[in-house]
């Protein structure tokens, strides 16, 4: 099991450039096998959920050449419509190829997608939409999904705005006869990533950053090259980390239309961000407190779909509170398990109290203590990095696989950034 050890009490400071984005890459992979020609994908980061899902197209048939941040995908024709147990359990996006092998082949067979353990995560708006534009589903030890003929469009409206559930009954709708409605959509930007895709490569995709989206369903679609957009959640991550550190750093690659409601969050804690056309610049020598609300009141920073604060991105903001003066309760709305790992941040010194699954109370600011700590899941797993930085003393990290999952090159950029971080086997 490999391994990070971090010298705390560092701070982060230098420029660090945002990678392609983990969320809009791996439906992208799955969207491959919607054509029989090459697509070429660009600006794709080398993490292992990447590696895994790469590991599904050659499994499935189909042909990947990759070169630094350039991947070629052809899925010329297929050799099986069945994922294996092992490559379901690897990674969760498996569950985005069922659409496009129920276009290829007519039939799709998985066994229940693996992923982070933080809560249960539903596949009801994958297997609603797919039944509503004409499949038929069926479970027992595996899913098998079959369809007669072709996918038909469908008036779909989602009982929540699922991200990876947009993106997959928006692949199955591109290539459904007819008229699609998708209702209460997810519209994060990485969904909109893949709408610019399916359409670069035929599809007829509009309300594109809306929560309806309108498909007009074509017989097939072409190859493309499409740039893969950058990951405002990594991006966010290390703004968190390098606040927390009480360091100064410019993240490149950036868009500022997908930092507006994060910087608020910044702002609550009392962090400045300034966000540039293609940039974002955390100054140092921050008051880092928290911005009580008007009548006084601690504030709650809750998550919630596009364009509230992202889920993801909720992680990371907890460990830089407990490095902020003042009270603030955070509430995860999503996942039930999200939270759990701040009993690590307890351990270390926090002064934090988990309310219950959803809720957390920091109170800041904690002097931490190193310590050694496992990574429970991807987000999870950065922001106790993060913790490791901001502690008196040498911090050990297991499960660093974890981290790698979702973070391209953690511990390169992060030495970059001035950190005393080595990997070990």
Not at 377 to 389: F, K, P, V
């Amino acid at each position: 099991m490999s391994t990070f050890e971090i010298e705390g009490g560092i701070p982060l400071r230098g420029t660090v450039r945002a990678s392609g984005n983990k969320n809009a890459i791996l439906p992208m992979i799955a969207a491959c096998i919607l054509t029989d020609q090459a697509v070429i994908l660009e600006n794709v980061p080398d993490i292992i959920d990447v590696r895994h899902m790469l590991e599904v197209i050659s499994a499935l048939g189909g042909q990947v050449d990759r070169c630094g941040e350039r991947v070629r995908i052809h899925v010329d024709h297929l050799k099986t419509h069945e994922i294996g147990p092992e490559l379901c359990n690897k990674v969760r996006t498996s569950i985005l190829c069922v659409a496009p092998l129920l276009h290829r082949a007519g039939k799709a067979s998985l066994f229940p997608p693996g992923g982070d353990v933080i809560g249960r995560r539903r596949l009801d708006t994958h297997i609603y939409g797919l039944r509503k534009l004409g499949a038929t589903v069926s479970f027992a030890d595996r899913y098998d999904f079959t369809v007669s003929g072709h996918l038909t469009g469908a008036d779909l409206f989602f009982d929540e705005p699922s991200v990876t559930g947009t993106e997959h009954i928006l692949m199955a709708a591109v290539v459904s006869a007819g008229h699609t409605v998708i209702r209460n959509a997810a519209c994060e930007p990485h969904v909109q990533d893949l709408a610019h895709m399916l359409n670069a490569m035929g599809a007829k995709v509009t309300g594109i950053g809306t929560n309806q989206l309108n498909v007009d369903g074509v017989e097939s679609l072409r190859g493309t090259t499409h740039q893969v957009c950058h990951d405002h959640i990594e991006a966010a991550s290390y703004l968190a980390l390098a606040a927390a550190t009480g360091g100064e750093i410019r993240v490149e690659g950036t868009d500022m239309h997908a930092y507006w409601m994060c910087r608020r969050v910044f702002s609550a804690l009392g962090v400045r961000i300034e966000l540039l056309k293609d940039h974002i610049f955390l100054p140092a020598d921050q008051e880092r407190r928290v911005l009580r609300d008007f009548d006084g009141s601690i504030p709650v920073i809750g998550d919630g779909p596009w364009p509230q604060f992202a889920s993801d991105q909720m992680s990371c903001m907890i460990t830089l509170a407990t490095q902020v003066e003042g009270t603030v309760l955070f509430f995860e709305k999503m996942f039930e398990s999200r939270l759990f790992f701040v009993d690590r941040l307890i351990g270390m010194g926090a002064n934090a109290v988990v309310c219950d699954p959803h809720r957390v109370v920091i109170s800041g600011r904690s002097k931490l203590r190193a310590t050694t700590l496992s990574s429970p899941d991807i987000r999870a797993g950065m922001a106790l990095l993060g913790a490791a930085l901001c502690a008196t003393g040498t911090s050990t990290v297991q499960n660093a696989n974890m981290i790698e999952r979702g973070y391209e090159r953690v511990e390169e950029k992060l030495l970059g950034l001035g950190a005393r971080i080595t990997r070990r086997a």
